[in-house]
């Protein structure tokens, strides 16, 4: 509220002169206005939208000397309920599967599960991506699993394979005595070659029970048709004995595994430990 006051150039300094406005005298004392007496009552209207009066200082807001100031809150960011360390003022949600949500105070950001799905070409292009060069083994895709994974099944090569070779040992044994060993190869073979660094009589069988029954024949002697011989050579010392032409072999367990059979005997004239090379062509994966 402003008050006009009249001027005082040529007034009395001493009181007398004085100046009534909205219910309060004023005297003159010759430097400020004094407020004498209150001749009505007046009360301050309450502040609207339209209406100047007073206002009461609420809760974030402060005054200081004339001044009023508003604090502004800082906002409390959870992780499914735990508090961040530090508040923040700006919220920014970006993504078409973000949701906010809530009435009160405390607001719920919801983000949906994306139901991307791979298409055929893209799956492709991923597994061409990660198994590129690799000439050994084909790589087919199952894409649309219940678990929502892409599971990448490796079947055998298409490609041809490479000759190559397996060795085993009887250990030492006494002249003229046997030994079975076994010598990993594959399910089914074709056997090129029968090496010894020693003396002996090598049979090669499709299973252990071929080579119990054939144990009382003779070198001399030659196996029945269906005794599971696939091949056997006698040699003279450290040999290479070639096959031709070159013998189709296979294991013949219950379940087929890489395992060839063989019985060594020592032909080399005293104890001794044969080792025995198999060469061959892996026909089955």
Do not use: C
Not at 92 to 112: D, E, M, P, R, Y
Not at 149 to 164: E, F, K, N, P, W
Request: charged share 15%.
């Amino acid at each position: 509220m402003a008050i006009n006051f009249p001027s005082t150039s040529g007034q009395a300094t001493d009181g007398s002169f004085t100046h009534t406005a909205s219910g309060i005298t004023w005297a003159w004392d010759g430097t400020t206005w004094k407020a004498e007496g209150v001749t009505s009552s007046y009360t301050l209207p309450t502040a609207a939208a339209n209406v100047k009066g007073g206002v009461k200082i609420g809760s974030g807001l402060t005054m200081t000397g004339e001044t009023l100031s508003a604090d502004a809150s800082a906002i409390t960011v959870q992780e499914e309920g735990s508090s961040l360390s530090t508040a923040a003022t700006t919220l920014n949600f970006v993504g078409s599967n973000v949701t906010a949500s809530g009435t009160g105070a405390v607001k719920t950001i919801t983000i949906s599960d994306s139901d991307t799905q791979l298409t055929t070409e893209q799956v492709q292009d991923i597994v061409g991506a990660m198994f590129s060069g690799n000439t050994e083994t084909n790589i087919t895709a199952t894409y649309e699993d219940s678990d929502g994974t892409i599971d990448l099944v490796a079947t055998a090569s298409s490609g041809l394979q490479s000759r190559t070779t397996a060795t085993g040992s009887t250990g030492s044994i006494a002249a003229n005595a046997s030994a079975g060993i076994t010598i990993a190869v594959a399910k089914t073979y074709v056997l090129h070659k029968i090496q010894t660094d020693a003396a002996a009589w090598v049979v090669v069988y499709t299973d252990t029970t071929s080579r119990t029954n054939d144990a009382s024949r003779t070198e001399l002697e030659d196996p029945v048709a269906g005794a599971g011989v696939i091949a056997e050579v006698v040699t003279v010392g450290a040999v290479t004995q070639m096959l031709t032409p070159g013998t189709i072999g296979f294991n013949n367990d219950g379940t087929p595994s890489t395992d060839a059979y063989l019985k060594v005997v020592n032909k080399s004239g005293g104890t001794n430990t044969i080792n025995v090379t198999l060469h061959f062509l892996q026909l089955e994966a």
